[in-house]
């Protein structure tokens, strides 16, 4: 069986947003850095995009402000994920396993079925 | 300090204040960030966006909002309005099915098969129906900026060409449309590809209405008679955007304004916005049927309209001071 296939496919932006803050809290920059490098630097979020995502994200319980700080007179505000956010994350991540696995589970079945 | 990083201070400003308060020194100094090493094109990109999210901040139209939710449900209703009336005009008022053999009674100036400048608007709208299906919502988007420039852009573009536009009512209703799918907010946490089937169902319902008041008029099957051809000739065109098919079709919005909302009514346990966004929704459509019925006197058919829009203003004059109430508590928390 495959693991969460019925579920809605979260959106990328915020499926990276989750797993930038998936180790340890994070501020701001750090997310959008941080995002460019998971994705390979092919999503780059802006700052009010960013902003207005993690604002949407605390307010459904998945993110939440761990703590905040003033560095080179940048004011940092850090934000974690929550419990909840973590499981969301984890069955998001679940979904796109048994998509590739089955991806590669066919992709054998077909080098098999190949004439040498 | 860059311009660009006193320009991120001022753009910062345009965030609702209670919200400027808690975040502005950290929305600065991370743009600040953002910015260092952008050229200028990526600065006023990175700019752009922020001035972007902070007005519809201080408008109330986020993606958590009453305001931004109710819109969310309003763009595809928005969308699959304009593509039917739309098509609609397309095919009954702009473009011309007279055989060449029979004389034409309008003025020379016309473009190509068509009436007006029009289809230069209702292109975009049809082209919104397959972007709107297939999830594109940044497509859509485009489409729709595009259509509402076209419609500004077609006031001053006729007087010069000499062709003509639809009237202003049309274009208004399309306009109105359009800044409903732009103001609808891009929740983060809808699902990657939505539901395709919304607009192109609710498209071909709003078409089949529409079709329906224009059939029911007979005028739609006059015929004509030209001297040299002994046999009567369908009519073309039965709107030409007004008089003839205005009493049909403007019941036929009406009525389905009505069983609309009182289906959103019914709906309203599972998606508490939908009765709103129905009427956010009908004002453009009552500004169709008023400009249907502007040159004749119809009592009965105006009561009707300035009902809908009386109820309709009361129900938006109700859900602000509800999202006012809210918004004082959000902001007290």
């Known amino acids: 069986m495959l693991v969460g296939m019925t579920s809605t496919a979260m959106q990328e932006p915020t499926r990276l947003l989750l797993t930038a803050l998936a180790d340890e809290p994070r501020h701001g920059y750090a997310l959008i850095k941080e995002v460019e490098a998971i994705s390979s630097g092919r999503v780059r979020l802006r700052t009010g995009t960013l902003y207005a995502a993690l604002a949407r994200l605390q307010e459904q319980g998945w993110v939440e402000v761990a703590g905040e700080e003033v560095v080179d007179g940048r004011h940092r505000r850090y934000y974690a994920l929550t419990g909840a956010g973590g499981e969301v994350l984890a069955d998001e991540a679940a979904r796109l396993r048994a998509q590739a696995a089955e991806a590669e589970r066919r992709l054998r079945l077909r080098g098999r079925s190949v004439p040498a | ?333």
């Open chain 2, 1 to 333: 300090m860059s311009a660009a990083e006193r320009l991120a201070g001022l753009v910062v400003r345009l965030y609702r204040p209670s919200a400027r308060d808690g975040r502005h020194a950290e929305i600065v100094s991370t743009v600040r960030d953002a910015l260092d090493g952008q050229g200028r094109m990526g600065a006023a990109r990175e700019l752009a966006d922020l001035a972007a999210h902070g007005v519809r901040h201080r408008m109330g139209l986020t993606a958590s909002s009453p305001a931004g939710r109710t819109l969310a449900a309003a763009a595809p209703l928005a969308v699959a309005s304009g593509v039917a009336l739309s098509a609609l005009f397309l095919l009954c008022a702009e473009w011309d099915w007279r055989p060449p053999t029979l004389p034409d009674p309008d003025p020379p100036n016309r473009i190509g098969p068509f009436a007006t400048l029009g289809p230069l608007v209702y292109l975009p709208w049809l082209l919104m129906l397959p972007a709107a299906a297939f999830g594109l919502r940044r497509l859509t988007r485009t489409l729709a900026a595009l259509a509402t420039a076209t419609s500004a852009a077609l006031l001053p573009l006729t007087p010069p060409t000499g062709a003509d536009r639809p009237p202003l009512w049309a274009l208004g209703a399309l306009a109105l449309f359009a800044l409903i799918v732009l103001a609808a907010p891009a929740d983060p946490l809808a699902p990657e590809r939505p539901d395709p089937r919304p607009a192109p169902l609710l498209a071909a319902a709003m078409l089949a209405v529409l079709t329906v008041g224009v059939f029911a008029d007979g005028s739609f099957w006059r015929v004509e008679h030209a001297p040299d051809i002994p046999d009567p000739i369908f009519m073309s065109r039965p709107l030409w955007y007004r008089y003839t098919a205005a009493a049909p079709l403007g019941t036929a919005i009406v009525v389905a304004l009505v069983i609309g909302l009182l289906a959103a009514l019914v709906l309203a346990r599972r998606h508490p916005t939908l009765p709103v966004a129905v009427l956010v929704t009908a004002f453009p459509w009552a500004m169709v049927v008023y400009g249907l019925n502007a040159a004749e006197s119809r009592p009965l058919h105006d009561a009707v309209l300035w009902t809908c829009l009386l109820a309709a203003a009361a129900t938006a004059g109700g859900a602000a001071v509800r999202m006012r109430a809210a918004r004082r508590v959000t902001d007290a928390r």
